[in-house]
């Protein structure tokens, strides 16, 4: 079942927002909604360009599973995003990058962030954050960014309204998340990475205190990118700013 969706003109973020809900004690699953954000946020704290138009969402879902577990609902969430694209977009141009950037043609499209408390019920309250630039990008960025409007099918004018693609992303969520739950993470892998580019070439992450290269041999069960660095060690991945191929040569030099 598809939780609501509350779609609101403007917050401050979608994903504050599903804090407080949570932390005031609501325990229903529902989705906001916000047409702008004035203070959007992405990853490690960075700002996200809000530009009217655009898809800001949150889903504030609650989850008796143990938080490692639960952070596989990015990949859940990058599914479903994928799946909002496919709708409106060019055959072929959409993929994934680990580990849930939703890409167009190869250049950042949306972007995902997760955010987790505990209820006072005892469960885990899961916060997923997602832009989703459908009819602008941001520039300036330090990877290219690209917008569904720029990569529409030629039977398709403009890209869907908030509304409309809100809708779509919050039932293409609910067929992922009902997949997750009933048969665990090893589907969403499989689809995940059926759509997932750079898992086997060369590799640079920036870890915050380090940067390590290396070649990518895919990913570990729960999801972790398999990095294999010059002293034959592995390491294990499950975090931080990834760039792979000839981006990856670049960011190493």
């Not at 401050?12 to 407080?20: G, K």
């Not at 997760?114 to 630039?133: D, R, T």
């Not at 602008?136 to 290219?144: C, D, L, N, S, Y």
Request: aromatic share 6%.
């Amino acid at each position: 079942m598809t939780p609501p969706i509350h779609l609101l003109d403007e917050i401050d973020s979608t994903n504050a927002e599903a804090r407080r809900r949570a932390e005031s004690g609501d325990a229903a699953s529902q989705w906001i909604v916000a047409r702008r954000q004035s203070a959007g946020r992405g990853r490690r704290g960075r700002e996200w360009n809000s530009d009217t138009g655009n898809l800001f969402a949150t889903l504030l879902t609650l989850t008796a599973k143990p938080p490692v577990e639960a952070a596989q609902i990015t990949f859940v969430a990058a599914l479903a995003v994928a799946d909002l694209f496919d709708a409106f977009a060019v055959p072929g141009v959409v993929s994934i990058k680990w580990p849930n950037d939703v890409m167009l043609a190869g250049d950042k499209a949306s972007g995902i962030l997760i955010e987790s408390g505990l209820h006072a019920n005892g469960a885990l309250w899961l916060a997923v954050g997602i832009g989703v630039n459908l009819a602008h990008a941001p520039e300036g960025t330090e990877r290219p960014a690209t917008s569904l409007a720029a990569h529409l099918r030629t039977d398709i004018a403009y890209p869907p309204s908030i509304d409309a693609a809100a809708t779509v992303l919050a039932e293409a969520f609910a067929v992922w998340q009902a997949r997750w739950d009933s048969l665990g993470f090893e589907p969403i892998l499989d689809a995940w990475t059926a759509r997932t580019t750079g898992l086997d070439g060369p590799c640079v992450a920036r870890l915050g205190h380090e940067t390590v290269e290396g070649i990518a041999e895919g990913v570990a069960q729960d999801g972790a990118l398999r990095l294999r660095i010059a002293d034959g060690a592995l390491r294990l991945i499950s975090a931080g700013d990834v760039f792979f191929g000839s981006d990856a040569h670049g960011r190493a030099a």
